[in-house]
């Protein structure tokens, strides 16, 4: 389970600095999921390539690591054309997002 003390302190900041630099997580993090399943659905994977590396960018510098691991079997699962384990990791990744927006 996340909390905004032990979040902020694994980068080393604030939680006043660290709220609005998950905010912004969390908004890009949505859109791009919505992007992946769009892609997903149009077979499109270097798009969900994209956006799946700009997640798992974005949340490794925040030290979201359960994010980043969901993220990485995304990866796995689009190279290898698994469209079904990447729409479930999808699901559980949206599921982490959820858990973060309470936080704040």
Request: some cysteine; hydrophobic content about 40%.
């Amino acid at each position: 389970m996340y909390s905004l003390q032990s979040l902020a302190d694994e980068i080393e900041l604030s939680v006043e600095d660290f709220k609005p630099l998950l905010q912004a997580f969390i908004e890009q993090t949505e859109h791009d999921l919505g992007e992946i399943q769009k892609n997903t659905a149009d077979y499109d994977s270097a798009r969900v390539s994209e956006r799946v590396h700009s997640i798992k960018g974005a949340s490794l510098n925040l030290g979201l690591t359960g994010i980043s691991r969901i993220i990485e079997e995304m990866s796995s699962a689009n190279r290898s054309g698994n469209t079904a384990v990447l729409t479930e990791l999808l699901n559980s990744c949206s599921k982490e997002v959820d858990i973060l927006k309470r936080l704040l």
